[in-house]
């Protein structure tokens, strides 16, 4: 999708856009230079507590930390066994 950067450094954003993302006047947006291409993301006032919560439904710290352990456990049975040969 084509936009015109006008004289003074504004684009229009189509309405089918601002639709989808639900942009309204006076929504901020963060220009993002992500070298080689330009994106625009929702600005946040702050980024810790608007981030908060958005990895609610991934692994606990202590499902993390019992994986690991049943990781390790297999590691030294593998390591035991090899060093028995």
């Known amino acids: 999708m084509r936009v015109t ?3 003074k450094g504004q684009i229009v954003l189509p309405a089918d856009i601002r639709r989808k ?3 309204s006047a006076g929504t901020r947006l963060q220009l993002v230079d992500l070298g080689g291409q330009i ?5 946040m006032d702050d980024a810790v ?7 609610e ?7 993390l930390e019992r994986a690991r352990r049943e990781d390790r456990r297999r590691e030294d ?4 066994k090899d060093a028995g040969r």
Request: proline residues 7%; negative net charge; hydrophobic residues 35%.
């Open 5 to 7: 950067v006008s004289s």
């Open 21 to 23: 993302y639900c942009l």
């Open 39 to 43: 994106s625009l993301v929702p600005a």
């Open 49 to 55: 507590l608007e981030s908060f919560g958005m990895l």
């Open 57 to 63: 439904d991934g692994p606990s710290t202590a499902d």
């Open 77 to 80: 049975r593998t390591r035991q």
